[in-house]
């Protein structure tokens, strides 16, 4: 009788791969699951902060304004810039003043008798220059006493009171050229010597009996008549909150006004800043049917209610004082149709000139627009703020994803595992199941032939 082979099985079973595909059809729905959750997570933590940092970038736009330092900024104009000229911070106090300079202040020179030459022995002894109560002696002996080396010491020595040496050699000699390195009357100098050979009595001098090139004096001149007095061409004691520099002797008139155009463009930076936060606010939460697009933020009555309330402040409207202006229409910045704003700075000027105070105090006064926003702005960015919390509370979320993509994966590895023991269990059963099927097929090719 013929049989036909039978084939119960063999120990080719691909078990690695069959694991691999049960595995990844298994988690292939959690896995998109949580990366999806991860992505439209992560989508959101970068919105927040977009969104926080176009309004902190308006908050530092508006600052001129919420401390009031665009109104404290003053600007300078003199009557005859080749008499002096002046600057103002913003302590200055606008107005106007007359300054009459009869004396600049001047640094004193001297100039020593002829020498021979620049080369030729001085004289030896003890050289003492004096500055007010500072003074340095300098010892010139026989090896190192020509005007050179006089000169050198002077110019290097570490206990210098304030004096420069230099030679000036003309038809009769060689001449040492002192200068006090400070102007004023209170720095003039004077030169002694004593000991050795007497020839450093050349080079002495005293400003109370000799006549010197340059006299050290201080800067006389009157502000409105009241005389000043000051030991430098600069000066900063004057006028609160001016610093003049005197360059020639004559009048000039010195006005200080507030530079109304520092106001200006702290109002187009904060026209600027707000449409920079309209815009990233519109991104945010846009719906786009065309493109079939979503704003990240779309829908977010939080976003949506902090972005009302910095409308609404900045469209405003309070009680006017004195004709003053009472919102920020009034001064220029008006809300376009799309929901920017523009500005318009001629009416700015305008209650600038008329109204100054009252413009001040409307956008920059305790209860101004500028401080208002400044303080809304604080508290939802701060460490306690909403926005703030709310970033905290994605970023945790998103650890709980990664926790939870970690725990799956720990499970996966678990089912890996026990389908890998179970499709090599039934390896080896097939491989068992193999061996017996040839043997007993051999049985039955064995009996046919016998049967022949």
Not at 191 to 199: I, L, R
Not at 407 to 431: C, H, I
Request: charged share 15%; no cysteine.
């Amino acid at each position: 009788m013929t049989t036909n082979p039978v084939t119960l099985g063999s120990s080719s079973i691909d078990v690695a791969s069959i694991v691999s595909n049960l595995v990844a059809n298994k988690r292939a729905a959690k896995d998109k699951q949580l990366s999806d959750a991860s992505t439209a997570n992560t989508t959101q933590i970068s919105a927040i902060g977009n969104f926080s940092s176009s309004l902190t970038s308006l908050q530092s736009a508006i600052k001129a304004l919420t401390d009031g330092s665009a109104f404290t900024t003053q600007k300078t104009s003199v009557g005859d810039s080749t008499i002096l000229s002046a600057s103002a911070d913003s302590t200055a106090v606008p107005g106007s003043y007359n300054l009459v300079v009869s004396k600049l202040a001047a640094a004193q020179k001297t100039t020593s008798t002829a020498i021979s030459s620049s080369t030729a022995a001085v004289g030896t002894g003890t050289l003492t220059i004096a500055v007010g109560g500072k003074s340095m002696s300098l010892d010139i002996d026989s090896s190192a006493n020509s005007l050179q080396d006089i000169r050198d010491k002077i110019n290097k020595a570490s206990d210098n009171p304030g004096v420069s040496a230099s030679i000036v050699t003309g038809t009769d000699g060689a001449h040492l050229v002192l200068n006090s390195t400070s102007t004023g009357a209170a720095n003039a100098f004077t030169v002694t010597a004593s000991g050795g050979d007497g020839g450093l009595s050349q080079l002495a001098f005293d400003p109370a009996t000799g006549t010197p090139t340059t006299k050290a004096q201080d800067a006389e001149f009157t502000i409105d008549g009241t005389a000043a007095t000051s030991p430098t061409n600069t000066v900063a004691s004057a006028l609160d909150g001016v610093t003049l520099t005197l360059t020639k002797e004559g009048s000039s008139s010195v006005n200080i006004t507030t530079d109304t155009s520092a106001v200006s463009t702290a109002m187009q930076s904060l026209v600027t800043a707000y449409n920079s936060f309209v815009s990233t606010y519109q991104t945010l939460t846009k719906y786009d049917s065309t493109n079939n697009q979503v704003g990240a933020l779309i829908g977010d009555a939080t976003v949506m209610s902090l972005k009302s309330q910095v409308t609404n402040l900045l469209g405003s409207q309070g009680v006017s004082s004195n004709g003053g202006p009472s919102s920020l229409s009034d001064l220029g910045v008006s809300f376009q149709v799309d929901g920017t704003l523009k500005f318009d700075s001629t009416k700015l000027t305008k209650f600038m000139a008329s109204n100054p105070k009252e413009t001040q105090n409307l956008l920059s006064g305790d209860n101004g627009i500028a401080p208002k926003l400044d303080k809304l702005i604080t508290s939802w960015t701060s460490s306690s703020g909403i926005l703030t919390q709310r970033t905290n509370n994605l970023n945790q979320k998103a650890k709980d994803i990664t926790q939870q993509q970690s725990d799956y994966d720990v499970q996966m590895q678990d089912y890996t595992k026990r389908l890998t023991t179970q499709y090599t269990a039934l390896d080896t059963m097939m491989t068992k199941l193999s061996s017996t099927s040839s043997y007993l097929q051999q049985q039955f090719d064995s009996l046919n032939n016998s049967n022949k």
